[in-house]
């Protein structure tokens, strides 16, 4: 949906900055030798038509808007809760474009890097099969990662992941008891929620690319991310539709990092850095 914003903002870019040209170069030259050619009998001065007044007053604000979207921060707003207890429905996020590359607005090419995606790294990425909707999970894996989750156990390169069991309270939509533990991944820790006496049976919703390169059990999967992609999950381990079900992020689909919470209009305490 951010992508079709993008293209709203270029074009009303594109049509405001041509208005604003036309009148400094045409317009406003017709207008000029009109009110010089007339005479104080003449009557009221030929004014500036409405319609390029608005057009000169916003093409200053949108190209500030497009550029600092393109290139600086996005706002985002969480849809659901696949990221809890990270992150809730209803916080308006920040995500830092900068930080992976730049990129040429609209159409996505990279023309400079800068960092890579790391393991912990929240991210907002365009969904790998329609390229429609925005998604925002962590990097679990990075190319070339094996990674292995098998009865809610996360391994990455045959080293299992150290998770402390901090609360556990009773989910009132669901009446499931819910789990929070304290991750640690690359000497960084996050929580992560987890329910309960629930399995979920991971089964791929199709055959996505570089789909050999999982292999489904009844347990879990074991993955080994190819070149170029990562493998991302939600804190929400029981509840998030991820990597494990629909595959691996290109590259050239994250959106960038995100890194604070602005607002949530529900619980003002929720604005902060993110972890």
Known sequence: MSRYFSIILFFLLVLTGFIYLLDIFIFSAKRKKINDSLSIVDGVCKKTPLWIEFSIALFPIILIVFLLRSFCLEPFRIPSGSMLPTLRSGDFIFVNKFIYGIKIPIIDYKIVSVFDPSRGDIIVFRDPWLHKLDYIKRVVGVPG?????????????????VSLMEASYCDQGTNLLISTYKEFISEKY?????QDNVFNLLKPSWYYPYYHNCNYDNNGLTCVVPAGHYFVMGDN????????YW??????????????????????????LLK
């Open 190 to 194: 996050h929580y992560i929620a987890l």
């Open 247 to 272: 595959g691996f992020v290109p590259e050239e689909n994250i959106v960038g990092k995100a890194f604070f919470i602005w607002m949530n209009f529900k619980n003002i305490t929720r604005i902060g």
């Open 237 to 244: 381990r029981d509840n998030s539709f991820d990597s494990r």
């Open 145 to 161: 990662d094996k990674i292995d989750y098998h009865n809610k156990k996360l391994t990455i390169n045959d080293k299992e992941i």
